[in-house]
Structure formats: structure tokens, C-alpha cells
């Protein structure tokens, strides 16, 4: 009967300790702890959170299924619990690689990162064109509501930027000029000779371009690149689009 008393405390007495186990969370590369770690039971969905110094009870698990560490800028980790206990409850998290900037190529003609540039950049994504379909690349422009389109007919479109247009604007395909200084000052239509659906990348540069782009960029430049070929996939393919208004 004492046997059993004594086995009855013993189990009673190391169960919180289990159930209170603490982990602990460093950086790999630092070895210092990490905030913040998400830790979840896919499973349960249950989960909770690494403190300050990197540590966090496991006692809200109560199943035996693997515990997932997930943090912003740091690869998931999913282990089980034999191989935490192997571990020793000491989890190194690898940092991944992340960038939030986007590339652009208008502003200084090479590869940059949007935080290094001083000027507005903006980038039109071509995976945009589905969505918004225009008819012309000036309707391009005007979706993203910060080129001002001046349509003197119906099937035309000048772009206007800070309240320049026509030869006080640039156009740019692929690096090759589209106008120049002695072009006329009033509205320019040429814009909508660029079919929108051939375009890979558009950038709007707001501001003086004429460093890079010469002395007629003075409202801004419109920078657009086709779309790249790729030669090591060789296929026939297209697309159709249709709209009525």
C-alpha cells in the first residue's frame, strides 16, 4: 500500500514539471535570444510566443505532436518532441534572407533598390494588366492614379506629370527615346503606340530626369521594358484578352 502511495506522489509531483517545461529560442548566428517566435501545434492549433529573453512554456501543448517555430526574417522550423528533448529545449533559428525593397531600373539605368533612390519612383506591375485591362498603355498610366491622361479625342492619351506633358516629358522603351526637345509643346498621343500587354515592367520617375535622361525631361520619365524572351524554355504560347464598354 505504501508502494503505491509513494508511486502515486512521484507521478503526481513530476507531472507539473513536465507540463512547465520552458524552450528556449536563440539565433544561430548571434546566439542571442529571439522575441517573438511564433510556436504552434498545426494539429491543436494551439500556440504561443517567445518572451525578451527568448524563452516560452510549453505547458499549453498537451498533445505529443511536432511544435512549428515560425518568425518574420527566419526559416520555419518544424521538430518533434523527442527531438526537442534531444535538443535539450534549446532551438537555433537561420536567419533568411528578405527584401521588402523594390527594384527599380528608371532612376539611375541600373539596377537599384527604391530606398537608395532620392526621388518618387513608381512601379506599375504587369501583373496588374489582367485585372485592370486597359485599352491603351495612357490608360495604363492612368490606373495607377498619379499620371494625369489628357484625352483630346476618345481613342487618344497624353500623359501629364506635376503639370508637364508632351516634349517636357520623356518616353523611354527599352532604353531607346521615344521623344525629344524638338518635338511640339502641346499634347502627344505616341504614348498609345505601345501595346500594354507586350510590357514586362513600367516605371514613372516624377521629377527633373535630365541627368540621366537629358535636358527635355524636365516634368518626368516613363520607362517601359518589353517582355524578356527566355530561351531556355522554347514554347509557343499567347494570350487572349476581351472587353466591351
Known sequence: MKFWICLLLILVGTG???LSQELRVLDSESQKPVSGVQIFDKKSKASTSTTEMGTSSIAVFQGKNPLTF???GYKNKTLSWEELEALNYLIYLESSSLTLATTVISASRWNQNETDISGKVRQLDS???DLRNPVTTADWLGSSGE???QKSQLGGGSPMIRGFSANRLLYSIDGVRMNTAIFRSGNLQQVISIDPFSLQNTEVLFGPGAVMYGS??????MVFETLRPDHENQQLKGNVVSRFS
Open 16 to 18: 507539473p514539471i513536465a
Open 70 to 72: 515560425s518568425l518574420l
Open 127 to 129: 501583373e496588374w494588366l
Open 147 to 149: 499620371v494625369f491622361v
Open 216 to 221: 527635355d525631361a524636365i516634368g518626368g520619365v
